[in-house]
Structures are given as C-alpha cells and as structure tokens.
C-alpha cells in the first residue's frame, strides 16, 4: 500500500485518454509522456508533486495542532464553568447554579408528564 501523502507520476510512452484518465483514477499525481521533449516539464511536475507532499504535511501538523488546541479550550471551559457555578471559598453550589437546575428539572417533568410537588 501507498502512502498517502505519496505522489505517484507515471511515465509513459503509450498515453492514450483511457490509460491517463484510469492512472489518475488510481491515485497518480500527474503523468508524463515519452519521449520528453522539454525537461523543464519534468522539473515543473516534479516540483510541484513535491509542493504538494510539503503543503499534506504542513496541514497534518495544523490538523494536530488545530486537536490539541480543542482539547485545550474545552479543558479551559470546563473549568470556566465550575468556576461560574461554585462559589470560590466555599466550592459549594451557588444560587443561580441551583435555579437553572430546578428550571430544568421542572422542564423535564412536565415533558415526561408528571406533575410538581408545591
């Protein structure tokens, strides 16, 4: 198996429509034809496959980034909403924590259809 961020060019000196679409299809990067007339075209699809697996790796570190830098944020809000709920001397429950909690339990048992104790 290919890596991903391989970048395959087939050379060929029997390109036909069916066999470059079907390599391209497969998985090639690019291809080229035999015999080369200009060896800059060899160096242009060269140069730009290999911009290609610089930029895949380039985004896979983003990507990871972009991960650790979520978990991080939701770690953080964790704590930013402890902090907004308990009280910093006591670490007890506050006042508007307990109203939003019987605001909700009051929702769900008049969505389940049971009635509240007064």
């Given amino acids: ?6 970048a395959v060019i087939v050379m060929t000196s029997h390109a036909s429509l069916e066999s470059v679409t079907g390599a391209l299809r ?3 990067y690019d291809y080229l034809t035999k015999p080369f007339e200009e060896i ?9 496959a290999a911009e290609k697996v610089r930029l895949a790796g380039e985004n896979r570190g983003l990507l990871e980034d972009l991960r650790r830098k979520a978990e991080e944020l939701e ?3 964790a704590t930013l909403q402890d902090m907004a709920n308990k009280d910093g001397l ?3 429950f506050n006042h508007r ?6 605001d909700r ?3 769900r048992a008049r969505r389940h259809d049971r009635p509240s104790r007064s």
């Fill in 40 to 48: 800059e075209l060899i160096s242009a699809v060269v140069n730009r």
């Fill in 90 to 92: 006591t670490g007890l």
């Fill in 75 to 77: 770690s953080l809000n």
């Fill in 97 to 102: 924590y307990f109203r939003e909690a019987l």
């Fill in 26 to 28: 497969a998985g090639a």
């Fill in 105 to 107: 339990e009051i929702a």
């Fill in 1 to 6: 198996m290919i890596a991903p961020e391989t």
